[in-house]
T-cell receptor
Framework: DAKTTQPTSMDCAEGRAANLPCNHS???????VYWYRQIHSQGPQYIIH???NNETNEMASLIITEDRKSSTLILPHATLRDTAVYYC??????????????FGSGTQLTVLP | DAGITQSPRYKITETGRQVTLMCHQT?????MFWYRQDLGHGLRLIYY???????DKGEVPDGYVVSRSKTENFPLTLESATRSQTSVYFC???????????FGPGTRLTVL
């Protein structure tokens, strides 16, 4: 699985968009970008994933650069409840044989009132 | 309620005792996982299971035993607990649609 690099921490004002970057310069053509988050003392929570097209769901948007070497998770209107550690994970999509998730250090996002 | 649950949520035990952490999911997902989370190490895979009666080791399996007689349950047993097994343990199950893992709330285990 490709290695990812994320900033250690970020702050965001409540109500503003939170943009969390992730570098994955060694990503392979068949590797997807996944984002999970972990709110303090809770289990990790899936947010979104994508291959090369931008993706959006009810939680967030994922923007992947054309060369796929980096991506940005966007929380459009951050709330205090979005304060969490956000993990960017790059791996081959499972196809009949699930694989473990390898979590790095992630980015601690703090949403400020 | 649908979802994935873990019990107990908190456990204190002594060195040398046997401890079993329970994990139950209601989705009938085939794959289930056990992770531990420690400061400075992030989440690390202990064991996983592809189906009932099929289990395999992860990154840090030593000192742990798993079983899976039913699809919905995946207990993790520490046969003789050690202080180094003090950690937060997360169980997860895998869904193919979307391609993601769903995590339980965790069990905080302290070994004295």
């Amino acid at each position: 699985d490709a290695k990812t690099t994320q900033p250690t921490s970020m702050d965001c004002a409540e109500g503003r968009a939170a943009n969390l970057p992730c570098n994955h310069s060694t990503i392979s053509g068949n590797e997807y970008v996944y984002w999970y988050r972990q709110i303090h003392s809770q289990g990790p929570q899936y947010i979104i994933h994508g291959l090369k097209n931008n993706e959006t769901n009810e939680m967030a948007s994922l923007i992947i650069t054309e060369d796929r070497k980096s991506s940005t998770l966007i929380l459009p209107h951050a709330t205090l409840r979005d304060t969490a550690v956000y993990y960017c994970i790059v791996r081959v999509r499972t196809s009949g044989s699930a694989r473990q998730l390898t979590f790095g250090s992630g980015t601690q996002l703090t949403v400020l009132p | 309620d649908a979802g994935i649950t873990q019990s107990p949520r908190y456990k204190i035990t002594e060195t040398g005792r046997q401890v079993t952490l329970m994990c139950h999911q209601t989705w009938s997902h085939s794959y289930m996982f056990w992770y531990r989370q420690d400061l400075g190490h992030g989440l690390r895979l202990i064991y996983y299971s592809a189906a009932a009666d099929i289990t395999d080791k992860g990154e840090v399996p030593d000192g742990y035993v798993v079983s899976r007689s039913k699809t919905e349950n995946f207990p993790l047993t520490l046969e003789s607990a050690t202080r180094s097994q003090t950690s937060v343990y997360f169980c997860a199950s895998f869904s193919g649609t979307p391609d993601t893992q769903y995590f339980g709330p965790g069990t905080r285990l302290t070994v004295l």
